[in-house]
């Protein structure tokens, strides 16, 4: 079982910029897509982005395209979520999961995933 942990959450104003990190540890993150999801209080989890296992794939959300960027070293076991231009609507939990057996049409149903990290707090003041 991979274990995942978030980092580099934080408070941010409104057009500013974070980078998310998604360390792995316990097994190798390079046979695995790799996904970040976001939740505000009182909303349903939602898919942000997702990097296939060699990296030469992405698919993004339509609320955050244009303005995120997810990457990924396989060397370091590490996912990021480059997020520039944050909003207000962007304040969430954002969470990081894994797995070998998510396809590309499942992909951004939380269910399809199989391991996940604790969550990191993004806030966007205006």
């Known amino acids: 079982q991979v274990k995942l942990v978030e980092s580099g959450g934080g408070l941010v104003q409104a057009g500013g910029s974070l980078r998310l990190s998604c360390a792995a540890s316990g097994l190798s993150f390079s046979g695995k897509a790799v996904a970040w999801f976001r939740q505000a209080p009182g909303k349903e989890r939602e898919f942000v982005a997702v990097?296939?296992?060699?990296?030469?794939?992405?698919i993004y959300g339509d609320s955050v395209k244009g303005r995120f960027t997810i990457s990924r070293d396989n060397a370091k076991n590490t996912v990021y979520l480059q997020m520039n231009s944050l909003k207000p609507e962007d304040t969430a939990v954002y969470y990081c999961a894994a797995d070998d057996k998510v396809t590309w049409i499942t992909t951004r149903q939380p269910t399809q995933w199989g391991s996940w990290g604790q969550g990191a707090q993004v806030t966007v003041s205006s």
């Open positions: 990097i296939s296992r060699s990296g030469g794939s992405t």
